[in-house]
T-cell receptor, first 112, second 118 residues
Framework: GQQVMQIPQYQHVQEGEDFTTYCNSSTTLSNIQWYKQRPGGHPVFLIQLVKSGEVKKQKRLTFQFGEAKKNSSLHITATQTTDVGTYFCAGPGGGSNYKLTFGKGTLLTVNP | GAGVSQSPRYKVAKRGQDVALRCDPISGHVSLFWYQQALGQGPEFLTYFQNEAQLDKSGLPSDRFFAERPEGSVSTLKIQRTQQEDSAVYLC????????????????FGPGTRLLVL
């Protein structure tokens, strides 16, 4: 079945440093979504990418979807303590557009 | 407006007990999803409803797991004869519906029910 892999599993940075997490799917995706889960919280939708090569920005966050639509990345510029949490990518699989397969996530911790 | 709510937030069950977990989706949302999230893992799909119809239950781990959404709003996930490996956070999510053209609608997650089976 479809697999979605994320690296790194953990990342610890000093406040102000940049951070990047990478997501790779074993199959071509029609879209990819990114979620953030704060410690003890629930996943919160950040963004969806649909087009090959698409780049979207949200303030300090930059999301990219690969040309082959099998990989994606999330880059945070100048991290802040409020960025702490686990970042998940998720893509539809199993021939459906609703059944999301999540990666294991990247846990980001930020030292103030 | 209210988001997705789930109850109870925490549940401790003895092995072999039956449990029922409730999800109140955002009003008017057609699609409802259940996920299981083990510690340190991403959410794993369990089942999907479109209104009252359960269109996909391929992620349910065993026949001890049963979900329903009889009136197309509130949903209940029932686990019979709980086992220790059922310990996890059970997340419910809802979305307004489905889009065409490769896009999917945002899924809004509830706070989850943390189930511990002793």
């Amino acid at each position: 079945g479809q697999q979605v892999m994320q690296i790194p599993q953990y990342q610890h940075v000093q406040e102000g440093e940049d951070f990047t997490t990478y997501c790779n799917s074993s199959t071509t995706l029609s879209n990819i979504q990114w979620y953030k889960q704060r410690p003890g919280g629930h996943p919160v939708f950040l963004i969806q990418l649909v087009k090959s090569g698409e780049v979207k920005k949200q303030k300090r966050l930059t999301f990219q979807f690969g040309e082959a639509k099998k990989n994606s990345s999330l880059h945070i510029t100048a991290t802040q303590t409020t960025d702490v949490g686990t970042y998940f990518c998720a893509g539809p699989g199993g021939g459906s557009n609703y059944k999301l397969t999540f990666g294991k996530g990247t846990l980001l911790t930020v030292n103030p | 407006g209210a988001g997705v709510s789930q109850s109870p937030r925490y549940k401790v069950a003895k092995r072999g007990q039956d449990v029922a977990l409730r999800c109140d989706p955002i009003s008017g949302h057609v699609s409802l999803f259940w996920y299981q999230q083990a510690l340190g893992q991403g959410p794993e799909f369990l089942t999907y409803f479109q209104n009252e119809a359960q269109l996909d239950k391929s992620g349910l781990p065993s026949d001890r797991f049963f979900a329903e959404r009889p009136e197309g709003s509130v949903s209940t996930l029932k686990i019979q004869r709980t086992q220790q490996e059922d310990s996890a956070v059970y997340l419910c999510a809802s979305s307004p519906g489905l889009l065409a053209g490769g896009a999917a609608e945002t899924q809004y997650f509830g706070p989850g029910t943390r189930l511990l089976v002793l």
